[in-house]
């Protein structure tokens, strides 16, 4: 038996045994419709009907003008309103949640386009003090200084502190890298009860991985950066809502400010698109895979992944999300071990960032963030399971060898 073979996975997704103390499957493909409609419909939504010749793939338009009469009218008129590829892929996110959807070239601009067209001096918005920095810092520098006042929170606090007072509460389930959750179905009664606008960034887990809109929140936001365009090549994000008067407001910052799109960038996410479900479920089988091995290992001093029972929001998970992620909190002794593991292993790209197709890992402390130094955030990709899980543990015990 090789050294590999030791720690063989079995099976696919998530190996033959289940052991104790773990969920079951990680996606079940019941829970992977989209509003009662699967994403075999979403994918053939223009399979019939066409034009003999049509292509299906939309058409890329690099133009910065369109032809007019002389009276303007009509969807394209210039090039910072409308694109027709922008169309054809805000029609394809919205039909994935039943909602309208705006298109952003990153995941920060659509979180500014919700800052800017809801909050005014002398509101309150509420963030999470350990959600994505990237948030946090843009209100610090940009809401708190013309007189927005602006509030934090822990995630794990989050279930017991007033929304009396809020204008906007923006919170990401799970957090990011601590994985902590957030109960969504809760917060929207609450917020709606405070006379808050709840909004849930929802890059983690991806329309088909959990549903806020469906759970009460008023618009999601996305890093479409991560796992939604998921092969590491494109910067980009979008807004969704059901509630027209948010959206004609994130649409007229667009307009006015200028953050839109490239026609090629925007190709590309479509594309990423098409094979969403695909990489989700690969993705979370080997997230709950790689938790499950790291777990029973034992080198880790923990393992914290919401698909593991240890979990403490595991029902929580099990009720909201659709599969559990791609993201696994891996903390190890110290630094040195941390850093000695993702030398060790050849399947962890040494890199920031998440949702891609190849596994990455790196200790977040590098970033500032709170966490402890030996503390890992494994970004979980779409390898053959199998291979994946052997690489890892075997890079866990070479790193463990190293030291003694
Ligand atoms: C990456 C990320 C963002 C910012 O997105 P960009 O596409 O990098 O601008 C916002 N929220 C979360 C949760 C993210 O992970």
Redesign the pocket.
């Known amino acids: 038996m090789s050294e590999d073979s030791k720690h063989d996975m079995g099976g696919d997704a998530g190996g033959q045994r289940q052991p104790e103390g773990t969920s079951g499957s990680p996606v079940d493909p019941a829970r992977s419709t989209v509003a009662g409609r699967g994403f075999a419909d979403f994918l053939h939504r223009n399979s019939k009907g066409l034009a003999p010749g049509t292509a299906f793939s939309p058409a890329i338009v690099p133009t910065s003008i369109y032809s007019l009469s002389s009276e303007p009218s009509g969807a394209y008129q210039y090039a910072r309103w409308a694109n027709p590829g922008w169309t054809a892929l805000e029609q394809a996110l919205g039909a994935l949640e039943d909602a309208g959807a705006v298109i952003f070239p990153?995941?920060?601009?659509?979180?500014a386009s919700i800052f800017a067209s809801r909050l005014r001096p002398g509101d309150r918005l509420l963030l999470q003090s350990d959600?994505?920095m990237?948030?946090r810092s843009a209100a610090e520098k940009y809401c708190a200084p013309i007189g927005v006042l602006v509030d934090t929170c822990e995630t794990a606090q989050i279930a017991h502190r007033s929304f009396d007072g809020y204008r906007l509460i923006l919170l990401?389930t799970p957090s990011?890298p601590g994985l902590d959750l957030v109960d969504i179905r809760a917060c929207a009664l609450r917020s709606r009860a405070s006379g808050s606008s709840l909004v849930i960034?929802n890059?983690?887990m991806t329309p088909l991985g959990q549903r806020p809109l469906d759970l009460g929140a008023d618009a999601v936001?996305?890093?479409?950066?991560?796992v939604l365009n998921g092969h590491s090549d494109v910067?980009?994000?979008h807004v969704a809502s059901r509630d027209a008067e948010l959206l004609a407001a994130v649409l007229d910052w667009r307009r006015l400010c200028g953050a839109i799109p490239g026609p090629f960038e925007t190709w590309l996410v479509q594309r990423g698109l098409e094979t969403l479900e695909l990489r989700l479920t690969r993705m979370h089988a080997n997230a709950l895979a790689l938790a499950q091995a790291l777990a029973r290992h034992g080198a880790a001093v923990q393992v914290a992944y919401p698909g593991l029972s240890s979990h403490p929001a595991h029902e929580l998970a099990l009720r909201q999300m659709s599969g559990f992620g791609a993201l696994v909190g891996l903390t190890l002794a110290n630094k040195d071990a941390a850093e000695r593991f993702l030398q060790a292993c050849r399947y962890l790209r040494p890199t920031t960032?998440?949702?891609g197709l190849h596994s990455s890992a790196e200790r977040r402390a590098r970033w500032g963030d709170r966490v402890a130094e030996g503390f890992i955030r494994l970004a979980v990709g779409c390898e053959p399971t199998r291979e994946l899980c052997a690489e890892v543990l075997r890079a866990m015990d070479q790193a463990s060898q190293e030291r003694s």
């Open positions: 990153s995941g920060a601009a659509a979180v959600g994505y990237g948030t990401e990011n960034d890059t983690l936001v996305y890093s479409d950066t991560k910067v980009f994000g960032s998440f949702g």
